[in-house]
């Protein structure tokens, strides 16, 4: 499986990005998530989904601001962002877990296939 995430760019303390990971592969039984690290930070949960029914989990700071979705037909996850802030700024990773326990969607450890990560950066 390969995971190519895109939609990053410099956006204004408020407003939204969305960004895509578009995976190759067969994924319908994966978990796919989203992570983020800033500068000098650790890597970051941020959001999971369960590409079987759909089931959603979020960062509790980031529930009500973020949205995960998937398209099946394209294969591809989406984050929405709303009501960006400049410390959402990092580095925006997508992965996908194989065999996931669900107890543990918020592991980086977790996930087996990680893209390539794309740039978030607001400002204030």
């Known amino acids: 499986v390969q995971l190519q995430a895109s939609g990053g760019g410099l956006v204004q303390a408020g407003g939204s990005l969305r960004l895509s990971c578009a995976a190759s592969?067969?994924?319908?039984?994966?978990?796919t998530g989203w992570f983020r690290q800033a500068p000098g930070k650790e890597r970051e949960f941020v959001a999971a989904?369960?590409?079987?029914?759909?089931?959603?989990r979020y960062a509790d700071s980031l529930k009500g601001r973020f949205a995960i979705s998937k398209d099946l037909a394209k294969n591809t996850m989406y984050l929405q962002m709303n009501s960006l802030k400049p410390e959402d700024t990092a580095v925006y990773y997508c992965?996908?877990?194989?065999?996931?326990?669900?107890?543990?969607?918020?592991?980086?450890?977790?996930?087996?296939?990680w893209g390539q990560g794309t740039q978030v950066t607001v400002s204030s």
């Open positions: 992965a996908a877990a194989s065999r996931l326990i669900w107890s543990t969607f918020g592991s980086a450890s977790s996930y087996n296939y």
């Open positions: 592969g067969r994924t319908s039984d994966f978990v």
């Open positions: 989904i369960r590409w079987t029914g759909g089931t959603t």
